[in-house]
């Protein structure tokens, strides 16, 4: 599933039938986690296979807190009375007269007992799967947990577009309110010395007081200018949506690459909040910043 974007969430499992005496099953769940954190639960008389099990998931899984487990069960199997060893009842039944010596009140052996116990099928087989039966299950669960994750972060991206197309229109409504606000402002400081020149009598000549004015209206506009946080904020949201939707095939760590475009954009969304000089502007960068958190919070469930 190249180009496919991976939550860290995930599980499956699959289960293979070891001859007529052994059925063997595979777990494999993760949540999420920095960094690769494998860990396996194996019974002793398959944990020579830790090392290539985890080759296996190292090799499609690149971060989340992912635990393997393998477990195995001994199928029961009716006796077959042509299968009855004499022998071994006459074992059993000494084993049950040495009992009785010492615990005369101690329940004697059934028929359907002795035929369990007898019976060459009945005993429990200590046969293992091999190792290319194991990798095999093992290749078929992995697919299947690929795939789960698959699905799950398709639906993370969908969510995560339309956070960035909400962003994306906060940005849009703060594009002309930067300059109807200089203009504004250059009007209130026009109209501020213009009072002056009333109030002094004479002493402060128009051209001076304009001069004034223009030059206190050129310091806000610097002041206030957000040109630069508008055109990153574009330029990081762009970034989110290609990542998202053009994943390549090498199935480089996404998410890193998600965390550091979220915290550029946090970094914006501060900067615009700081420079802001009405209530509308820093409405936006607030509702800006709850978008991010929330952005954030789903780039931490991408691998």
Known sequence: MNGAVYSMTGFATGTSTLGTSQTITIDIRSVNSRFLDLTFKLPDSYRHLE????????????????EVKLGYQNISVDPDPSSISAQRIQHLLAQQSVIHAFAPSAAALSVAEIIAHASSKGEASSETASEGEVLTLMQSVLANFMQARA??????VQVMLTQTQALRGLRDDVIPLV????????????QKFSDAIADSG?????????ERALSEATAFAIRVDVTEEVDRLGSHLTEIGNVLTRANDSKQELGKRLEFLIQELHREANTLGSKSATLQTTKIAVEMKVLIEQLREQVQNIE
Request: with cysteine; hydrophobic share 40%; glycine share 10%.
């Open 202 to 210: 004479g002493k402060i000549t128009a051209s001076v007081a304009e």
């Open 151 to 156: 699905l799950e972060g398709g639906k993370l």
């Open 179 to 190: 300059p109807a606000l200089v203009e504004q402002q250059r009007q209130r400081f026009l």
């Open 51 to 66: 090392a290539k099990l985890r080759e296996l998931v190292a090799s499609q899984v690149k971060r989340g807190k992912c």
